[in-house]
């Protein structure tokens, strides 16, 4: 088991995050169980599909040729595993609705929190903008972070671009970024 520096929640060996506040645990140690310890295969999301680093600018990515096909976020792991979200032009914000001050959010993961009484994903996380086809992330000052591909944090309002395969991170919830093509 690894526990997290972050919660003290016990995690099974070899995950990258904590199941339950997100936290980037690949350099934290095991702790010592028993005599025998049994390797369990974390929860992950699949390998992306498109090879490619994503690179960070400072600010919105200018626009790379044109992309054909419908954009959209895939939850691969929270509550309603296959539920879509369809991305449009401009930016939507991801996260939960605040019913005391009637802040709606366009990506509603409310829904997927394990505990929703123990909610891990920001009223506002992360902010998501296609801009002639190119899909880009940015942290709006999340508490759990925003992670790509396991990677990260990232850093708080800079845009990181995105391709299909990418898998977001947002707390314990995790979001494919997939393309339909005609």
Known sequence: MI?????GVDNEAGVLQCNDCGYLLEDTEP????????????EEP?????????TETPEAPEASPVH???LKLVVTRGKELGKEFPLFEGVQTIGRP????????DIDLNDQEQDP???KVSRRHADIKVEEGVCSVMDVGSTNGTFINRE???EQDEWRTLTAGDVITLAN???KLTRETA
């Open 31 to 42: 702790e010592p169980e028993g005599e025998e310890q049994v390797a369990m295969t974390p």
């Open 152 to 154: 990260g944090p990232l």
């Open 3 to 7: 526990k997290c520096p972050q919660c």
């Open 98 to 105: 605040d019913p005391d001050k009637g802040g709606p959010v």
């Open 173 to 175: 919830i995790y979001l």
């Open 46 to 54: 699949p390998e992306p599909e498109v090879a490619g680093e994503a």
């Open 117 to 119: 009484d123990k909610p």
């Open 68 to 70: 054909e096909g419908t």
